[in-house]
């Protein structure tokens, strides 16, 4: 396109902003431009300053300035609480117990001030009897004539905000150590340029004209249109992307993981965030000193602190199961069962608390049940970790229910997943047996997704079942991290709205 066909398509606005930084010798401000009236408003010249810089007729230079300014000007007047102490111990004669340095300086400032004494060297805290005295240190006397650093530059902010290279870097680094003290504030120097080429469209002959945009009823009903000059539409032009409304990939996925389910003849169920350790741990035969039990792990609640059993047929087969085996056959874990530590409220750890507590109400073959919810756990935030995050948990109920079967069912469903490359590893688990874990290959190596078995005995015999149950949890996220080649857990929650934008709906 030449010059003449490119000076065509512009925009009223980019003809009043070429003119103007013409008239002000090929480069300006925006300040400097709102301040000849050549506009009233920054984002109009920036608007068409970010339009031309596209056409390669303007340059757009910007820099930034650190500045640093007084959050609050009574902080001066009223001098720092390091400087009214040393005044009250000079007053005082040069010491002072903690209790006269508290009527000294009410409001707790008395705190603050021996905090800052003794890291500038003021004063020195000694112990005479049973109280605690602060006496002046050599340092501190001298300091009653003469200001320190961060007081310089606190009276320098008084007559405005003082530029990041003039400030001293320590004494800066004290003040923010001081809450609502001094603030930073950015300054941007925007710089408007024109071009070669965007002189010579200037010199070409340029008109600031009015010209019609937008073609309406009004236009050419009144026949306006027949004089009118109209803005030729530049279809080389660059124009924003426009991004369809969806969901986000989150919940894509989990419609994706229940409409699979329920493809399979699985019902979804799901129950309360808030469980007693007896349904979330006791009845799933765990095993009350387990290490998941601990404070570090788990989610303990102050309100309620406990959650009653009602039902007492059932504390007692679980407490039986616990002590002794009961009549499963098993030994159990020994020791003497807690009923108060099975009623310890907490935010589940794992949904197979909802497995469980299904399986109580049904228990009865056949049985397809699955849920995908919310688990909580004390685990640090990091790339892999998060304290509160999803699960995929199933169980099946059938009279011919094996290994075999539980194996099928998850190959099955990671496959329509898109996970061809799955294999199968032994596993423990407190509340099944035999415990597998499943991996899927993908990118090159081995990634862990969860882990399956059969209900124990222990578990399954105070609800009367007597046909194998099989088992899974899974993880969502990492099944989310793994269809979209995502390193850390974390980006599934930030929702950058650039990357959610460029995300696939299929």
Not at 18 to 40: N, Q, R, V, W
Not at 62 to 70: A, C, G, I, P, V
Not at 85 to 93: E, Q, T
Not at 431 to 454: C, D, H, R
């Amino acid at each position: 396109m030449n010059i003449s066909e490119t000076v065509e398509g512009l925009s009223r606005n980019e003809r009043r902003l070429m003119l103007a930084l013409h008239a002000a010798g090929g480069c300006s401000t925006p300040e400097e431009l709102i301040a000849a009236k050549s506009f009233d408003l920054e984002v109009e010249i920036m608007g068409s300053a970010s339009w031309l810089a596209s056409k390669g007729l303007a340059e757009i230079k910007e820099s930034t300035s650190r500045f640093y300014e007084l959050a609050d000007a009574g902080v001066v007047s009223a001098g720092l609480p390091e400087r009214r102490a040393i005044r009250a111990l000079d007053a005082a004669g040069g010491s002072m117990s903690l209790k006269d340095l508290s009527e000294a300086l009410p409001g707790g400032d008395d705190k603050i001030a021996i905090g800052w004494l003794k890291r500038k060297g003021l004063a020195d805290m000694v112990k005479e009897g049973d109280s605690r005295v602060l006496i002046l240190t050599d340092k501190g006397r001298k300091a009653l004539e003469e200001r320190t650093p961060d007081e310089e530059l606190l009276e320098r902010m008084l007559s405005g905000p003082v530029p990041e290279e003039e400030a001293d870097a320590s004494a800066i680094k004290d003040l923010k150590g001081r809450q609502g003290m001094v603030q930073d504030r950015i300054v941007t120097d925007r710089r408007i340029t024109l071009t070669p080429e965007g002189t010579q469209a200037v010199l070409s002959g340029m008109e600031l004209k009015e010209e019609i945009t937008d073609i309406t009823d009004r236009i050419i009903q009144s026949g306006r249109w027949k004089d009118a000059e109209f803005r030729k539409y530049d279809v080389q032009t660059f124009a924003p992307a426009v991004s369809p409304a969806k969901k986000h990939p989150l919940t894509r996925l989990g419609a994706e993981v229940r409409r699979l389910f329920t493809d399979m003849g699985f019902t979804e169920f799901d129950g309360e965030y808030v469980q007693p350790a007896f349904w979330n741990l006791d009845v799933l035969f765990t095993p009350q000193d387990h290490p998941a039990r601990d404070l570090q792990d788990t989610f303990y609640l102050e309100s309620p602190s406990s959650i009653r059993i009602k039902d007492e047929g059932l504390v007692d087969a679980v407490r039986r199961i616990h002590e002794d085996g009961g009549d499963t056959g098993s030994t159990g874990w020994g020791g003497v069962w807690s009923r108060e530590r099975a009623e310890a409220a907490l935010l589940r750890t794992h949904t197979t608390v909802n497995s469980i507590r299904y399986v109580s109400e049904h228990p009865d073959p056949p049985v397809k049940m699955f849920s995908l919810s919310r688990i909580f756990r004390k685990e640090s935030i990091d790339s892999t970790h998060l304290p509160e995050f999803t699960q995929i948990e199933g169980i099946i109920i059938d009279e011919n229910g094996n290994f075999d079967m539980l194996v099928s069912v998850i190959r099955e469903f990671y496959s329509r997943m898109g996970f061809d490359q799955i294999r199968i590893r032994p596993a423990y688990f407190p509340y099944t047996e035999p415990s597998l874990e499943l991996e899927v290959f993908f990118n090159g190596k081995w990634m862990e997704l969860g882990g399956a078995g059969i209900f124990r005995p222990e578990v399954v015999a105070p609800f009367g079942v007597k046909h194998p149950v099989l088992a899974w949890g899974f993880g969502f996220e990492r099944l989310a991290m793994l269809k979209w080649n995502i390193t850390d857990i974390r980006d599934l929650y930030i929702s950058d709205l650039d990357d959610l934008k460029r995300i696939k709906v299929l």
